[in-house]
């Protein structure tokens, strides 16, 4: 089932793709001003395909900036510049947080082997026995302070059979 939703979901990819191929071609046909949202109206897509798809994000910038040819006019709309900046910047962010997760998880990885390796952190094995020793050591406290109790009971009983037994031999 897996299989199949991959595979559906590169032919809706391929099929997006030639849809963004076939507008910018027509655009250039029609002399119109090529920016990523009237492509992406025109393919009927959103623009979000066309940023993750970074070759045609470079043709659509490539097809804006080449110089107009006759009769074309070369207007870029400063809407679509502000999104297209808008957009950069909301990469670059999400990127920036990426990277301080790696470079985080990159820290904590070496700093732990180094640790290891320099031999001043215990092995996980010789914490847990550490820790089992001190379960142990609690446990033979404990018996030994419920050996002590049962040890004065059966001298308290000793003590009072000793009682019993003399004055019954003394009552003959």
Do not use: C
């Amino acid at each position: 089932m897996t299989n199949s939703m991959i595979d559906g979901r590169r032919a809706d990819s391929a099929r997006r793709r030639e849809r963004v191929l076939k507008a910018l071609d027509a655009l250039l046909r029609s002399n119109s001003d090529i920016t990523v949202s009237g492509l992406a109206r025109a393919a009927k897509v959103d623009r979000t395909f066309l940023y993750r798809h970074r070759d045609l994000l470079e043709r659509v910038h490539a097809a804006a900036s080449a110089p107009p040819e006759e009769g074309r006019i070369a207007a870029v709309s400063r809407a679509s510049l502000q999104t297209d900046l808008a957009n950069a910047l909301e990469r670059n962010k999400r990127l920036t947080v990426r990277v301080r997760q790696l470079e985080k998880r990159l820290s904590q990885t070496l700093g732990e082997a180094a640790w290891q390796e320099s031999g001043l952190g215990a092995p996980a094995d010789i914490d847990q026995l550490q820790r089992r020793i001190t379960m142990l050591e609690q446990e033979l406290t404990d018996t030994r302070g419920q050996l002590e109790e049962r040890s004065e009971e059966l001298d308290a009983a000793r003590a009072a059979n000793r009682e019993l037994t003399r004055a019954l031999n003394q009552g003959r």
